[in-house]
């Protein structure tokens, strides 16, 4: 499966059938493992909820399909491509977005401007069509009243809804979202799952990571679990959240 | 609330340009020299501040491309014959050219390494400038007397026009830089002054945004180094390639006014100019305070005055920004921008 075709290798699923394909990837720090021969497949349209204790390297699995970091081995392919050696900006215009866990924002840039950055250089927009494109975002993602504000002066929920404009602005298909509802109120976390429905109804495979479980569980087709860098469990999410390794690594029962 | 404040700004602005364009009627030989180095100073600030400031390429070396200006001038003029005219725009042409193989070598480079790099390549070019034959060797050469008079028959001629040059040399660095800074390369440059990792992350090409903004300083390096040349009425391998000069005396420049804006570096220059003005009696202590500032300036306002206006909720006085406009709304919401509603359009 290290192969580097064009084309995800004979064995695996059909390259239109997959989306998001990880083969033996493995990266470490220095000699920290932090993800370990992993091996991972997303088929277009779903929802996958990503589990998993604290350090079990969630974001790390992220930067590595998101192309922030190499891997020190394996492949990625994405839509049937081989990513495994692209830069982070041309997977962003292949249609790979990302939030980050910790708010990366243009600080001294207007919110309108950080999301027009995305829909123009990410969705490859003219800026008359990248500013119908980023009005567009952050109206789903409920910051329009906030636009004009320096992103610096924003609170941290705010910023994790630019994050998420962001990502979706040029409606990349493949989202990878990173612990985007920790600390919301019950009513904030009902209008996070309707704007994530409304992107994936309207085309978006969704990769999400996140702690708050119940969350995860009302809109998730599947789910993995992830422990020491390694996938330890995947499924439906009623049987794996039932699974009894699952019980004992994270949910601490 | 700081409407009047920016409209204030930006008429103290225009009557300054305003000035500026009537300067030979306005002012006496010696404060047009002064001047005509003030815009080759803003002219080397506004590029070095396009390259630190945004594209994160930290350069010791921007007299090299200087000098190679000034070297290819007087090549155009004094050696090949050519029209003035004509060898200006060559000049930056070779500067451009020189540029290529240039960033070949040192874009192999990243963050300290890339500096050095810089100032070695800089090195380099003096180094082969004292060499070439015609040039005057390691002491340099004047500008022949029939290449000067082209700017005009008397020295008061000559002295508008070298003031008129450089003004204009200065405001076609800034209104294109500003124009840059509009565009969609200069959104995405400037997300990149803002959180490099991030920008790459929303699609920006992180590589040739650095490549472009590389090549886009050398002509106007180049140009100012024509300048330079007309200035002093000769070229020499140590004041056409000066380092102190062209390098870092510009950094301070920029580091005062505050770095990754259009505003700091000319406001840096102003008071650069004025510094030097009322300080020049006391010789080092001028350098020594100039360093103090600077280091005073890194340590306590890292984004320089510039910076610190913005702090204070001063607008850009040139933005390069781009306003939500039609379609979004234009009341903000209240203070607190927690309470923004979340949502609006779906459930
Ligand atoms: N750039 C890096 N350099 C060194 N170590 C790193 C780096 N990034 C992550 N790590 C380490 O890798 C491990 C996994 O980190 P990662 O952020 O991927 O975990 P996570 O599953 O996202 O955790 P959390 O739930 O806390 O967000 C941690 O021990 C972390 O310290
Ligand atoms: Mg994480």
Redesign the pocket.
């Known amino acids: 499966m290290a192969d580097r075709n064009e084309t995800v290798s004979a064995g695996g699923p059909p390259a239109e059938a997959v989306i998001l394909a990880l083969a033996g990837v493995s990266r470490r720090?220095?000699g920290?493992r932090?993800?370990e021969e992993l091996s991972l497949t997303v088929r277009p349209g779903e929802i996958l909820g990503v589990l998993?204790?604290?350090?079990?390297?969630?974001?790390?699995?992220?930067?590595l399909i998101a192309g922030v970091?190499p891997p020190n081995e394996g492949s990625i392919h994405i839509m049937g491509r081989d990513v495994t050696a692209m830069t982070v900006w041309r997977r962003r215009r292949l249609g790979v977005g990302r939030t980050y866990?910790v708010p990366k924002p243009f600080a001294h840039m207007s919110v309108f401007e950080n999301v027009l950055v995305a829909a123009t250089h990410g969705g490859g927009l003219s800026i008359p069509a990248g500013r119908r494109e980023a009005q567009r975002a952050l109206a789903l993602t409920g910051l329009a009243a906030l636009a004009a504000k320096p992103a610096g002066t924003l609170s941290l929920l705010n910023l994790k809804r630019l994050e998420l404009a962001k990502a979706v602005a040029g409606k990349p298909r493949l989202l990878l979202l990173?612990?985007i509802a920790g600390g919301l109120t019950d009513a904030e976390c009902e209008d996070l799952l309707a704007i994530l429905t409304a992107i994936h109804r309207e085309g978006a495979t969704i990769v999400w990571?996140e702690?708050v479980i119940h969350a995860l569980k009302r809109i998730a087709s599947r789910l993995a679990v992830?422990h020491f860098?390694a996938i330890i469990c995947e499924g439906a999410p009623d049987a794996v959240l039932a699974d009894e390794r699952v019980r004992e690594v994270y949910l601490g029962a | 609330m700081s409407t009047p404040m920016l409209l204030g700004a930006r008429a103290i602005l225009a009557a300054g340009v305003l000035a500026c364009l009537a300067g030979p009627w306005l002012f006496d030989a010696n404060s047009l020299t002064v001047l005509t180095e003030f815009f080759i100073v803003v002219t080397l600030a506004l590029m070095w501040n396009l390259l630190a400031g945004y594209a994160d390429i930290i350069s010791v070396g921007q007299q090299g491309f200087v000098g190679v200006g000034a070297y290819a001038f007087f090549g155009f003029t004094a050696l090949l014959h050519m029209s003035v005219w004509a060898a200006v725009p060559l000049a930056a042409l070779t500067t451009l050219l020189i540029a290529v193989p240039v960033m070949a070598v040192i874009f192999r480079l990243r963050t300290a390494y890339l500096a050095v790099g810089t100032w070695v390549a800089a090195d380099v070019l003096m180094l082969i400038a004292g060499k070439l034959p015609g040039f005057g060797g390691g002491s340099g050469t004047s500008l022949p007397i029939p290449v000067v008079k082209q700017f005009g028959a008397r020295l008061g001629d000559r002295i508008d026009m070298f003031y008129a040059l450089s003004l204009g040399l200065a405001l076609i660095a800034f209104l294109a830089t500003w124009a840059l800074l509009r565009s969609r390369i200069g959104l995405g440059l400037t997300a990149m002054r803002d959180n490099e990792e991030a920008a790459g992350s929303s699609g920006v090409d992180l590589v040739r945004t650095r490549i472009l903004c590389f090549l886009w300083t050398a002509p106007f390096l180049g140009l100012a180094g024509v300048m330079t040349a007309l200035e002093k009425l000769r070229v020499a391998p140590t004041a056409s390639f000066n380092i102190t000069d062209w390098t870092i005396d510009i950094i301070f420049i920029v580091v005062i006014g505050g770095i990754g804006s259009l505003e700091g570096p000319i406001l840096g220059a102003i008071l650069f100019f004025l510094l030097r003005q009322w300080l020049a009696d006391f010789g080092a202590w001028y350098l020594i305070l100039l360093g103090v500032i600077s280091i005073g300036v890194i340590l306590f306002e890292p984004k320089g005055l510039w910076g610190a206006c913005r702090r204070w909720g001063f607008p850009d006085i040139l933005p390069a920004g781009h306003a939500p406009g039609p379609g979004a709304p234009e009341r903000v919401a209240g203070p607190d921008a927690q309470e923004a509603p979340a949502a609006r359009t779906v459930g």
């Open positions: 720090f220095g920290l932090v993800i998993g204790p604290n350090g079990a390297g969630k974001s790390t699995l992220f930067n970091l866990q990173d612990e990571v702690h992830l860098g």
